[in-house]
Antibody, heavy 115, light 109 residues
Framework: QVHLVQSGAAVKKPGASVKVSCKAS????????INWVRRAPGQGLEWMGW????????KFAQKFQGRVSMTADTSTSTAYLELKSLRSDDTAIYYC????????WGQGTLVTVSS | QAVVTQEPSLTVSPGGTVTLTCASS?????????TFWFQQKPGQAPKTLIY???NKHSWTPARFSASLFGGKPALTLSGAQPEDEADYYC?????????FGGGTRLTVL
């Protein structure tokens, strides 16, 4: 069956970068896009962006332009989200979700930004 | 950027019916916004209930249905169960820029 398994929790200092991984199994990785969504404590869900695992095309939410990158390694069926210049309000659970239909989700990765 | 507004909280009795809505600051929502509805329970990843306005996944309980009503996406729960208590989010596309609603906390009581 389809699984998306994300990397473990991370603690970062303000100004640092974080890279979250999302390893896919149970399907052909390059045939489905990956979306990234986050939820900050006490807040709602926030769409961060989307990437094609087929050709690497990306679309980011305007809020994250210049600070985010999304990549994929098809040899390991793993998608990556990197967020730079971290601030305290980037503290959140980060989720990957498969395909334009968001049919399968990773378990989430807690990123804590604290000095 | 568009702002998407949902009812902050709603309460439904067990077995009752409730409708959650999703309003866009840009005006009428159509099928071109490809509305999604998600359910999220504490400590869990979101679960997708509805995609592309009205389509259900295989795991979506039959008691959930979605539509466009009065220019707004609507998610109707008919015959609420205790396990339906959760946060519900809509997600709309604005020319491939996606925006979540603020979420509705649904209480079954």
């Amino acid at each position: 069956q389809v699984h998306l398994v994300q990397s473990g929790a991370a603690v970062k200092k303000p100004g640092a970068s974080v890279k979250v991984s999302c390893k896919a199994s149970g399907y052909t990785f390059s045939t489905y896009a990956i979306n990234w969504v986050r939820r900050a404590p006490g807040q709602g869900l926030e769409w961060m962006g989307w990437m094609s695992t087929y050709n690497g095309n990306t679309k980011f939410a305007q809020k994250f332009q210049g600070r985010v990158s999304m990549t994929a390694d098809t040899s390991t069926s793993t998608a990556y989200l990197e967020l730079k210049s971290l601030r305290s309000d980037d503290t959140a659970i980060y989720y990957c979700a498969r395909d334009v239909n968001y049919d399968y989700w990773g378990q989430g990765t807690l990123v804590t930004v604290s000095s | 950027q568009a702002v998407v507004t949902q009812e902050p909280s709603l309460t439904v009795s067990p077995g009752g019916t409730v409708t959650l809505t999703c309003a866009s600051s840009t005006g009428t929502v159509t099928s071109s916004h490809y509305t999604f509805w998600f359910q999220q329970k504490p400590g869990q990843a979101p679960k997708t209930l509805i995609y592309d306005t009205t389509n259900k996944h295989s795991w979506t309980p039959a008691r959930f249905s979605a539509s466009l009503f009065g220019g707004k996406p609507a998610l109707t729960l008919s015959g609420a169960q205790p396990e339906d208590e959760a946060d519900y989010y809509c997600l709309l596309s604005f020319d491939n820029n996606w925006v979540f609603g603020g979420g509705t906390r649904l209480t079954v009581l």
